[in-house]
Nanobody, 115 residues
Framework: QVQLVESGGGLVQPGGSLRLSCAAS????????MGWYRQAPGKQRELVAH???????NYADSVKGRFTISRDNTKNTVYLQMNSLKPEDTAVYYCNLAYVGKNYWGQGTQVTVSS
């Protein structure tokens, strides 16, 4: 069974930074995609960014230039460095791990951007 454990959320002022981490454990296929989604109150869950095991990255337009996704394949861990945070980035952020026929989610971590 695969488990995803997230950390790093919290309260930050507009313009500030946070770094999220997500460690995957269990039986994981080596070719996979790890990423971050977020869900704000009253809105659908949306993709923030993802990175393949080969290093290809994709970002939502709303976070391009501000967020950076990276991963350490030796630790099965994905990171999301979030800079220049805005109030509209406030949401629960979910880690995701996907490969053929499988899709796993973390429990979510709250990110609140407010003065």
């Amino acid at each position: 069974q695969v488990q995803l454990v997230e950390s790093g959320g919290g309260l930050v002022q507009p313009g500030g930074s946070l770094r999220l981490s997500c460690a995957a454990s269990g039986s994981i296929f080596s070719i996979n995609v790890m990423g971050w989604y977020r869900q704000a109150p009253g809105k659908q869950r949306e993709l923030v960014a993802h990175v393949t095991s080969g290093g290809s990255r994709n970002y939502a337009d709303s976070v391009k230039g501000r967020f950076t996704i990276s991963r350490d394949n030796t630790k099965n861990t994905v990171y999301l460095q979030m800079n220049s945070l805005k109030p509209e980035d406030t949401a629960v952020y979910y880690c995701n791990l996907a490969y053929v026929g499988k899709n796993y989610w973390g429990q979510g971590t709250q990110v609140t951007v407010s003065s």
